[in-house]
């Protein structure tokens, strides 16, 4: 059977069963796999919509729930196996891997939540969540780096745009679950148990290393203009979300118009397919116009071949004769030649091995700003379940602002993964800078709270939800452009553990501790047996009045950065990945171009 597609002016084609196979097989739909996996991805950042079911189920106190909150974005945040791993295997390896990890942890958290099991010891509850966690480092590793490596020259857009989809499943569960299950958070993490689960096994195939060939007619203003289309769908799909969020607050919603709107996320998050197929259309009619054009032949001179071949022979026979010598040696220098470059990398921009990038002073800088960043606005996003009900705020507008923390998270990761490669491509603007702008805003949102302003949670949630969904875009492609591709997987993971660093020093240590002491006073200077709820602006004023210390402090660590890599970021640091960079010349005069032909250079 052959269906007709065509577009506009520019001809048809007939959709053959070849066809559909260069569409599954295509960079494109991987880009779609990627983008479905991330929409099932960011289970932590709905904490907040049952993290009171956990409370009040299993009667733990706040800081407890603050300690399994921990324990959540420790598991999220350390995947420096998951990183390991996927420098070595296929990334759908990785994907069923984390795919059991999810399953196992989520799944024995609902059976003790709906009473299925015995009351498991608060140790055991860690160890659940931070499994299940866990499962989610395999997925941002496996879909998200292999997806820089294959459009290294989008990476900024790539990264802001996948991590925008991550950012916004948190809506898309919420609606989901509401589809399903009704308004009940105890089947809430059930959904979270299994579906994941199902969309890793569903598309995990598609992802892989596919790197975009040097020799191509695909220009990077052309891929580029691909992401845009998915970005023009996913803000579809944020602004649908949005909207049945304030609806769905507002209005007393039937299960009938909860599977409505289910099914209209369902069919919005399908849409870029229509983008894969116009692609690898796209591609398809290049391929037959170059083949209706004459080759051409490229004669070269034949001394010129000859002095090659014969310097590539006596190159060979000098190897040859050198590695006995160089195995016996290569033993016995291995570690001290391992521990000598360690302390002595690379220009910024080339490859950096994993010890040259770990005790590099950049790294550490960004690594730090990120604790004291990451850590804050983290800390607001646990808690803001918590911080609403402390203020006033009615249940249903407190499950509001949860919601619409996935939205601000989506906006703030699609605005800096965009912004900051217009701005650094145009510009030369450094996204170093463009973190320490994200701190400054985001001490805006931590002194609403810490001074409880009436009315004032709606725009500090905006303001958390957006900081914290634009650092990490910033932050991947900082790691990437300083320390270079060939171990991105494991220094990707090694910058996300300065997340949970932050949120155990601040949500746990100080959040949870300065809330049970405010709940103590009010309650009789014990906790023991009676309500834990802490009310009024105290609740959290001392915990974010230290937050908003703390990213400034980030901040100044990094303008640090920012001087550091200033001469850097304002040379061409995407040069090594254009075509003219490919050519590898040879002596005598004689290069290969890309295409892998000699050519004499002119």
């Known amino acids: ?18 066809f559909a196979r260069q569409v ?4 494109w739909f991987m880009v779609f796999s990627a983008v479905m996996i991330l929409s099932a991805s960011g289970a932590t950042f709905i904490f907040g919509m ?6 009040t189920s299993l009667g733990y106190d706040q800081r407890t729930l603050n300690t399994l909150a921990f324990f959540k974005d420790l598991g999220y945040n350390v995947g420096i196996l998951a990183g390991l791993i996927n420098e070595v295997t296929p990334p759908w390896v990785g994907l069923s891997i984390g795919a059991a990890l999810n399953l196992f942890g989520y799944l024995m958290i609902y059976l003790a939540v709906d009473g299925r099991t015995a009351r498991p010891p608060v140790w055991l509850m860690c160890i659940y969540i931070c499994v299940g966690a866990n499962s989610q480092s395999f997925t941002n590793t496996c879909a998200l780096v292999t997806c820089v490596k294959n459009f290294p020259e989008s990476r ?5 745009l996948l991590k925008s989809f991550t950012g916004l499943s948190g809506a898309i569960f919420a609606q989901l679950y509401l589809a399903i299950y009704g308004d009940n958070a105890k089947s809430l993490v059930l959904l979270i148990a299994w579906l994941p689960v199902t969309v890793s096994i569903l598309f995990g195939h598609a992802v892989r290393i596919m ?3 040097r020799n191509s007619s695909t220009s990077t203003a052309t891929t580029n ?4 289309r998915f970005l023009y769908i996913s803000i579809a799909l944020a602004g649908f979300l949005l909207v049945m969020i304030v609806v769905q607050q507002r209005i007393n919603f039937s299960h009938a118009a909860y599977a409505v709107s289910g099914a209209a996320v369902l069919l919005l998050l399908f849409l870029p397919l229509t983008v894969v197929v116009k692609q690898e259309y796209m591609i398809l009619n290049e391929l037959e116009e170059s083949l209706q054009e004459p080759p051409t032949l490229t004669i070269e001179e034949p001394a010129a071949l000859q002095m090659v071949e014969q310097e590539q022979q006596n190159a060979t026979v000098e190897k040859d004769a050198e590695l006995p010598q160089q195995q016996l040696a290569s033993s016995s220098s291995s570690l001290r030649s391992c521990l000598k470059h360690m302390f002595t990398p690379p220009p910024r921009g080339e490859d950096y091995t994993i010890l040259q990038a770990l005790v590099s002073v950049d790294m550490l800088l960004l690594f730090m700003a990120t604790i004291c960043g990451a850590g804050g606005t983290l800390t607001a996003i646990d808690n803001m379940g918590q911080i609403g009900q402390s203020l006033g705020y009615p249940a249903k507008t407190i499950n509001t602002f949860v919601s619409l923390i996935s939205i601000w998270n989506y906006a703030g990761r699609i605005v800096s993964g965009f912004t900051s490669e217009i701005l650094l491509s145009r510009y030369k603007f450094p996204r170093t800078l463009m973190v320490t702008m994200v701190l400054l805003l985001s001490c805006v949102g931590h002194l609403l709270i810490a001074f409880g302003v009436p009315q004032s949670l709606y725009l500090a949630s905006v303001l958390v939800g957006f900081c914290f969904g634009a650092l990490w875009p910033l932050v991947y492609a900082i790691i990437s452009e300083i320390f270079g591709l060939k171990y991105y997987s ?17 949500n746990v ?15 009789g200077g014990t906790l023991a047996g009676v309500d834990k709820t802490c009310m009024g602006v105290e609740c959290f004023k001392k915990s974010f009045l230290i937050v908003t210390g703390v990213t400034v402090l980030g901040m100044v660590v990094s303008l640090v950065l920012v001087w550091r890599t200033r001469k850097f970021y304002k040379g061409d640091i995407y040069a090594r990945f254009r075509d003219n960079a490919s050519a590898k010349v040879l002596p005598a005069g004689i290069s290969i171009a890309s295409e892998g032909q000699p050519r004499k250079e002119a």
């Open 211 to 213: 790197p975009h060939p």
């Open 24 to 27: 599954v097989l295509g960079r």
């Open 509 to 523: 240590r100080v959040s949870g501790y300065f809330y049970d002491v405010e709940a103590a006073k009010q309650h």
């Open 225 to 228: 203009s691909a992401f845009y």
């Open 50 to 55: 049952y993290s009171k079911v956990l409370k």
């Open 156 to 160: 900024g857009i790539t990264l802001g």
């Open 1 to 18: 059977m052959k269906l007709a597609f065509g577009s506009g002016g520019g001809g048809g084609a007939m959709v053959t069963p070849r």
């Open 490 to 506: 494991t220094l990707y993971n090694f910058g996300t553990v300065a997340s949970p660093i932050g949120a155990y020093l601040l």
